[in-house]
């Protein structure tokens, strides 16, 4: 898959992605659960993946994820897209779900098997329950 070159081979990122600096927005965040793409509904993640920025990006932002319309028949774009959710647990996958119209792509059994939330809407709700 050619986005292991930058998103890492395991989708675990590029070091330091989250580092606030000149760089910022050059490396490539992880696409595992540790990241957030998850955050972004399917139409976001195609989008992102076809014409290298997101849809809501204002015209002329330089983008440092490369394009791939012509490298990526929209069939594949899919089957990447569904490769990396393949790879994130079943919280992971719910909360993503809710982003989709008609809560598309939600995990089958996701209301009878037991799940947590993702690690840092987890952090938000115990601060909340600190601060409140
Ligand atoms: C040349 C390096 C490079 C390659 C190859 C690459 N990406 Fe990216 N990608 C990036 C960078 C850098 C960003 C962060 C862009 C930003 O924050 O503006 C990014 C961001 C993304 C995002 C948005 C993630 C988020 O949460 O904001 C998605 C989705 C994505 N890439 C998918 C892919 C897919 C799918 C492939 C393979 C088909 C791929 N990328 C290949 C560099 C790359």
Known sequence: MNCGGCHGRRLQGQALWQLRDQYEGRRAPPH???????????????????????????????????AF?????DG?????????????PIGIRASQAMLNPDFAGMPAGADKI?????PNCTASFQRWGTIK
Do not use: N
């Open 69 to 73: 319309e012509h490298a990526l028949s």
């Open 76 to 88: 594949d774009t899919v089957a990447v897209i569904a490769f990396i959710k393949s790879r994130w």
């Open 114 to 118: 037991e799940w947590t939330l993702p």
């Open 32 to 66: 595992d659960s540790t990241g957030h793409t998850w955050q972004h509904a399917d139409e976001d993640l195609f989008h992102m993946t076809k014409y290298g920025h997101f849809a809501a990006a204002p015209p002329g932002l330089v983008s440092y994820m490369p």
